[in-house]
């Protein structure tokens, strides 16, 4: 088995604030099973991938895999590309994500699918094109497979399922506000494990930049979100805590890795609450915003810009903007 990185235990390194508000149960990061999440066998998980990605040649693969979705690369090529047979390949991605390359891009492809159908207003062919698939049939089958119902009457389940708009959400929308980001050079550290989680990560974050001899504060902080945790099981969610490279060499010390996101035009927001509020501001921008100004949302992860070290204030407001990319 490869080697997974021990899982910390959350060490808070500032008082909580007295002052930070009540959370709804509607605004949680995590949820025992995801309200408009996959049914039946496929909610099942029989593994899931480490709390911090450490090996080099399945983050090598994972950034090709996640570099180019409409035109993946194959088996063959990603064994190819890590030095390995396909066999030794297929086996170490296995073992160490807890799912096959096939099954996992599946998934994925599938959960986009769902965030569409959820959130926005395409018809379900262009869903199941952008999802890759040939024909609305081929799409339905692989999506009742995985949600437990066809994707026409999912939509409709997974919207009751799921915290409703409020005026609240609107009053955060008003908030937001358009900007062009450059998207700089990244490079960071790729974890699993859910939203809850988030000042875990940043703390396991700081002590691996401490390790490779950088000033974690000194930094430019920027995290990468690629899930819904309304649809993806918390294990399985993606976090890449990142900082603009200052400059470093190549290689890498691992398991740091270059992360990309593309520049333009973004919707922000800014975040000065504890993170455990996110989820609304989140909301805001994903549901209220591209309907209220006719700008439908890009096919980009989303990005958080740290304006203060998050690992100092663990339980406190935080202080960052949430950008969504614009089409």
């Given at each position: ?181 450059p998207a700089p050079a990244l490079i960071g550290l790729r974890f699993h494990g859910g939203y809850a989680r988030v000042e875990a990560f ?126």
């Open positions: 088995m490869p080697h997974r990185s021990a899982e910390p235990v959350l060490v808070e390194r500032a008082e909580p604030s007295a002052t930070a508000p009540a959370l709804s149960d509607l605004d949680r990061l995590r949820f025992d099973r995801p309200p408009a999440g996959p049914r039946g066998g496929a909610a099942r998980l029989r593994g899931h991938p480490p709390f911090l990605l450490d090996e080099p040649r399945i983050l090598a693969a994972l950034h090709r895999m996640e570099a180019d979705l409409m035109q993946p690369p194959s088996l063959d090529e990603l064994a190819a590309g890590c030095g390995l047979g396909r066999s030794h390949f297929h086996r170490l991605f296995s073992e160490t994500m807890g799912e096959t390359v096939v099954a996992l891009r599946r998934r994925r492809q599938l959960e986009t699918a769902a965030i569409h159908l959820l959130a926005g207003a395409q018809s379900v062919l262009d869903i199941a094109v952008g999802a890759g698939y040939g024909s609305i049939a081929a799409f339905s089958r692989a999506f009742q497979r995985h949600f437990g119902q066809p994707p026409t009457l999912y939509r409709s389940a997974a919207r009751r399922a799921t915290p409703p708009v409020e005026p609240r959400h609107h009053a955060l929308a008003r908030r937001a506000r358009v900007q062009v980001w940043w703390q396991r974050f700081a002590d691996e930049v401490a390790r490779i001899g950088l000033d974690a504060e000194a930094l430019e902080l920027v995290a990468i979100t690629r899930d819904s945790p309304e649809i993806t099981p918390e294990a399985l969610i993606r976090y890449d805590c990142c900082f603009v490279d200052p400059g470093l060499p190549e290689p890498l010390p691992a398991p740091f890795r270059r992360c990309t996101v593309p520049g333009g035009r973004y919707v922000a927001l800014e975040h000065r609450a504890p993170y455990q509020a996110i989820f609304p501001a989140y909301r805001a921008l994903a549901h209220v915003w591209p309907l209220a100004h006719g700008e439908p949302l890009a096919e980009a992860p989303a990005v958080e810009r740290y304006h203060a070290p998050p690992w100092r204030h663990v339980g406190r407001p935080q202080n960052l903007s949430i950008m969504v990319k614009l089409l």
